[in-house]
């Protein structure tokens, strides 16, 4: 009979914690996970951006990176709020809860003394049994025993119910302590983090002012980077469309829209849509610093930036590895001796541009996750930086909708 208490107990706290656990557990976890995601990428913008050797200070490039970590941190702590609002708001359920618990264990306890001082009165067996005797009838006499049956029973049912709400009172206080221990701790990440955030604001201060004393310049330098970035995206765009032609003329015919695939490119490029939001990184540990398409620039203002694909920071000596099967298309080589090198798969094309070193050569088959070739690391900001751009046939794609989300 203990024992079948004991699974009554156990079954009541494991529905009160299902319930907890499906009714809000699913928000606090997606709230946990997306705060320890946005930690993670503090970590890798601090690793990536700012433990870079430098040989030259760049107040612009130094002032982009600082931004992009104040917004990381920005959103880190709008993400802690969020979740202290969440377990404040369970914590105060969870008191209601206590407080409910308890007026009814409070009215259960009375209750069951009040049982227990009655049944005293009448404690002995021999008024039990006149109890029985005086009966005018055996129907009677019968009535009268059911009903002493039965007020034992509830009795024993009223000290079973006192045990079960304690022990899920019990349950709610431990909640409530854990609840309250992971809200200060919560509390105190926010408050280390506003004050590393008021550190790289006044950092972010003195750039700006160092930036406008010499803007003209400044201006100067990126056109012309923005300038030879178009070059190469052009040249990237030509050597597509030639490939198209030239699997066209192959095949007899007179249009150019699209490449003229072979049944196996039809099956790899079927394969390689379906993977669309699933391909892996074209690095192993990478950071966005450039998103895709037409933005405006992140220190200097009035200058547009057109980006062909995703600028992708990370590691000194790191590769490039290739996001798919594919066949090597081409090998581009860039001004400063960088080289790109264009992956095609079916009618899909990945490029894989600033490289430093190339693995593979045209005509090459490549499988997914292989090496390209070693990403080049500049000697003036440090920084190791891939370009990775997305084709179908010659229109461009935006890589972030392809790859994982990290």
């Known amino acids: 009979m203990r024992l079948h208490k004991r699974y009554r107990i156990l079954l009541i706290l494991s529905l009160l914690v299902l319930n907890v656990f499906v009714i809000n557990g699913q928000t606090q976890r997606q709230l946990e996970a997306k705060r320890k995601r946005i930690k993670a990428e503090i970590t890798k913008v601090n690793r990536l951006l700012f433990a870079t050797q430098k040989s030259e200070k760049n107040a612009l490039e130094d002032l982009r990176d600082l931004n992009q970590k104040i917004s990381i941190q920005t959103e880190f702590i709008e993400s802690i709020n969020k979740e202290v609002d969440y377990l404040s708001a369970e914590i105060l359920q969870n008191q ?22 009655k049944s005293y009165k009448s404690k002995s067996k021999q008024r039990q049994l006149l109890f029985l ?12 025993l059911q009903y002493m049956k039965q007020y034992t029973l509830f009795r024993k049912k009223q000290g079973e119910k006192i045990i079960e709400q304690t022990a899920i009172i019990k349950t709610l206080n431990d909640s409530l302590v854990f609840k309250k221990q ?10 280390e983090q506003k004050a590393t955030i008021e550190s790289d604001k006044k950092n972010q ?38 490939a198209i032609a030239r699997s066209n003329r192959k095949k007899g015919n007179k249009t150019t829209k699209g490449f003229a695939l072979t049944p196996e490119a039809k099956a790899l490029a079927v394969q390689f849509q379906q993977n669309k939001g699933r391909l892996p990184w074209p690095v192993e540990n990478g950071l966005v610093v450039r998103r895709y398409g037409t933005q ?53 094309i990945t490029t894989y541009n600033n490289l430093e070193i190339v693995y ?24 190791t930086t891939l370009i990775f751009v997305l084709h179908k046939e010659t229109q461009r794609q935006n890589p972030s909708s392809w790859i994982l989300r990290r």
């Open 296 to 348: 405006a620039h992140p220190t200097l203002k009035g200058i547009t930036i057109t980006s062909s694909g995703l600028h992708i920071a990370t590691n000194k000596g790191e590769s490039a590895h290739s996001v798919f099967n594919g066949k090597v298309l081409a090998i581009q080589v860039l001004t400063g001796g960088k080289k790109a090198v264009l992956v095609q798969h079916g009618n899909y």
């Open 360 to 383: 593979v050569k045209i005509g090459d088959a490549v499988k997914t996750g292989q090496e390209i070739g070693k990403i080049f690391t500049n000697r003036v900001t440090g920084k």
């Open 205 to 242: 201060e003195k750039l700006v002012a160092t930036i406008k004393k010499k803007e003209k310049r400044y201006v100067r330098e990126i056109r012309k980077k923005l300038k030879e970035e178009a070059r190469i995206t052009a040249q990237i765009d030509k050597i597509i469309r030639e």
């Open 96 to 117: 209601q809860e206590i407080q409910q618990l308890s007026k009814k264990l409070k009215s259960l306890k009375k209750a069951y003394a009040e049982m227990i001082f």
């Open 133 to 144: 005797l005086s009966s005018e009838n055996f129907q009677q006499a019968y009535k009268r």
């Open 182 to 191: 992971a809200k200060d701790a919560l509390i105190l990440a926010e408050q």
